[in-house]
């Protein structure tokens, strides 16, 4: 993966437990994969509200707690999972 130089501020009290986490020489890959992590979460957080809700009156899933059971109880059992999962281009 390519590096980009950027400059950041933190407070003196951060950057000092980060050194003592990481090292004033474990500085830069210590923060970017805790940056990386974080904007990991906070998409998924941002899809997961953009999409609650969507299949709701769908029938996808069932109508019921025991259709939805008995679909997802054939998924799991299936040897044709993926097939039915992704399509027949599986």
Same mark, same amino acid.
Request: no cysteine; net charge positive; charged share 30%.
């Given at each position: 993966? %390519? ?7 933190? !407070? ?7 050194? %003592? +986490?990481?090292? !004033?020489? /474990?500085?830069? &890959?210590?923060?970017?994969?805790v940056? &990386?992590?974080? +904007? ?6 941002? +899809?997961?509200? @953009?999409?609650?809700? +969507?299949?709701?009156? =769908? !029938?996808?899933? /069932?109508?019921?707690? @025991?259709?939805?059971?008995?679909i997802?109880? @054939?998924?799991?059992? =299936? ?12």
């Amino acid at each position: 993966m %390519a590096l980009i130089r950027t400059n950041i501020t933190l !407070p003196e009290e951060t950057l000092a437990l980060v050194d %003592a +986490v990481a090292g !004033p020489r /474990g500085r830069s &890959a210590y923060i970017a994969e805790v940056v &990386a992590r974080q +904007v990991r979460r906070d998409n998924a957080r941002k +899809v997961f509200r @953009e999409t609650a809700g +969507v299949l709701k009156g =769908s !029938p996808t899933w /069932g109508q019921g707690t @025991e259709q939805t059971d008995r679909i997802l109880r @054939e998924l799991r059992d =299936s040897s044709e999972r993926d097939r039915m999962l992704y399509g027949e281009d599986w």
